[in-house]
T-cell receptor, first 118, second 110 residues
């Protein structure tokens, strides 16, 4: 159990276009999902925390208008990179949180999306 | 915010050897997970271990929350163990933000 899918797995787009990435928890409901960005040979950097039915909480330095997050249901969150530029090229990873111990949760990760902006 | 450092940053092992990876964190936590990121980028859950000790096959982990560290033990390493190992924590006070460690890159050679 605890499978998370992410689509697309890779995408190439032209500068100025928008790209939408979907994250789905396939066999459990996730009230909270997370979006990360990872540069080559670096750790994961949290971009935003997404709660079902409410606005996402963005980390400092992450542009809300550029990285639009929607958490429409307990199994689906989307990240839209608007007006993408080459510097947005990166590996984007989502995770879905499943409750543990009544107070905390365990994250399960999607396979990631490699975005290349030309 | 909470700082999470992992050591060593890089590790090369002969197949069959044992290793210990360490995760130090700067403040109290109520959530700690270990992950293995394979060469394709997929993060695989190893342990959810905010405290105590757990074992799963050749892997085991111990978290000493009062001393702010966690250890991941890999015994009889195999080439498929290669990749990057991350710990991730959530602090127990205030805004609960997920913070990933710096990672340990493990290469197991035949």
């Amino acid at each position: 159990g605890a499978v998370v899918s992410q689509h697309p797995s890779w995408v190439i787009c032209k500068s100025g276009t928008s790209v939408k990435i979907e994250c789905r928890s396939l066999d459990f409901q996730a009230t909270t999902m997370f979006w990360y960005r990872q540069f080559p040979k670096q750790s994961l950097m949290l971009m935003a925390t997404s709660n079902e039915g409410s606005k996402a909480t963005y980390e400092q330095g992450v542009e809300k208008d550029k990285f639009l997050i929607n958490h429409a249901s307990l199994t689906l969150s989307t990240l839209t990179v608007t007006s993408a530029h080459p510097e947005d090229s990166s590996f984007y990873i989502c995770s879905a949180a499943r409750r543990r111990d009544g107070i905390s949760y365990e994250q399960y990760f999607g396979p990631g999306t490699r975005l290349t902006v030309t | 915010g909470i700082q999470v450092e992992q050591s060593p940053p890089d590790l090369i092992l002969q197949e069959g050897a044992n290793s210990t990876l360490r995760c130090n964190f700067s403040d109290s936590v109520n959530n700690l997970q270990w992950f293995h990121q394979n060469p394709w980028g997929q993060l695989i859950n190893l342990f959810y271990i905010p405290s105590g000790t757990k074992q799963n096959g050749r892997l085991s982990a111990t978290t000493v929350a009062t001393e702010r560290y966690s250890l991941l033990y890999i015994s009889s390493s195999q080439t498929t163990d290669s990749g990057v190992y991350f710990c991730a924590v959530i602090g127990s006070g205030g805004y609960q933000k997920v913070t990933f460690g710096t990672g340990t890159k493990l290469q197991v050679i035949p």
